[in-house]
């Protein structure tokens, strides 16, 4: 059985989760998300580096055997840094994901990009799908609004139609694909369906296909029989997470820890890697 570490900002990464228990039904999951700490796409990169060093700390000690970094924020701004600090565990992100599958998709060479404002900024998503063919055109759009919303609940109203068709109307309409470059955006992806006709993508089915096949290369036994437990963690609040993330992943979550690891010395505190 493989021990993966997953995290995200807050709920977000459930999405990313829900397919690799998909997946990899047999496998045990720790799962991080650093609600307290959400949004992290209106933070500086620095500050989303040191927040990411402090999970991968804490899944490392935890004796993970791979990492995912189920925020496309933290891949954007962290995923380098956490290799070189981590080299002996194989860490992806959601980003090269996500570009493959828009790279495959688009006919009209023309993809479209929802993600944070920080995402946006870092040029994440245009530098992944460039470096797989360099003639396609990427139009970004940052949605500052989207993640604080999904964390609290969104709420299916007119108003926030509004917000969502607004940032969707910068979207032009030769972009016949949309990748959803948040890994919250899934939650929403019917509100988002009503103005964008084209095909969505959202990486987290290519990144779980990933995972599995990183797994198999680095010889890291998968337990193809039995069946698999995910423990939950996070930073704030935990009934808010429950919530969003129950619903989204259609089964009830019996306990979730809270621990914020950016208010403890995890060199002084001894995990218990069972
Ligand atoms: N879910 C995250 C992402 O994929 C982060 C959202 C946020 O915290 O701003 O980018």
């Given at each position: 059985m493989a021990k993966i570490g997953v995290f995200d900002s807050g709920v977000g990464g459930i999405t990313v989760l829900k397919e690799i228990i998909k997946n990899l039904p047999g496998e045990e999951i720790i799962y991080y998300g650093d609600n307290k700490y959400a949004?992290?796409?209106?933070?500086?990169v620095e500050n989303i580096r040191e927040l990411c060093l402090n999970i991968g700390e804490f899944l490392v000690k935890s004796k993970v055997d791979a990492i995912v970094i189920a925020c496309n924020t933290a891949t954007a701004a962290s995923i380098d840094i956490l290799k070189e600090r981590f080299p002996f565990i194989p860490i992806l992100g959601v980003i090269e994901a996500g570009a493959r599958v828009a790279e495959e998709t688009t006919a009209s060479r023309c993809t479209g990009i929802l993600a944070t404002p920080a995402t946006v900024a870092m040029g994440a998503y245009p530098r992944a799908i460039q470096s797989i063919d360099s003639s396609l055109s990427v139009i970004q759009r940052g949605c500052p609004e989207f993640c604080p919303m999904i964390e609290d609940g969104w709420e299916d109203t007119l108003e926030n139609e509004e917000i969502v068709k607004g940032h969707l109307s910068h979207i032009p309409e030769q972009a016949d694909t949309l990748v959803l470059g948040c890994t919250h955006y899934p939650i929403i992806k019917n509100i988002i369906a009503r103005f964008f006709k084209g095909r969505i993508v959202d990486p987290a089915e290519e990144t779980a296909i990933s995972l599995r096949k990183e797994l198999l290369l680095n010889s890291i036994k998968i337990n193809e029989s039995g069946k698999g437990h995910t423990e939950f963690y996070v930073s704030g609040d935990t009934e808010k997470f429950q919530k969003v993330a129950e619903s989204f992943l259609g089964q009830k979550i019996e306990k979730i820890y809270q621990i914020d690891l950016s208010a403890i010395n995890l060199s002084v505190i001894n995990l218990n890697a069972s």
């Open positions: 949004p992290y796409g209106n933070r500086t």
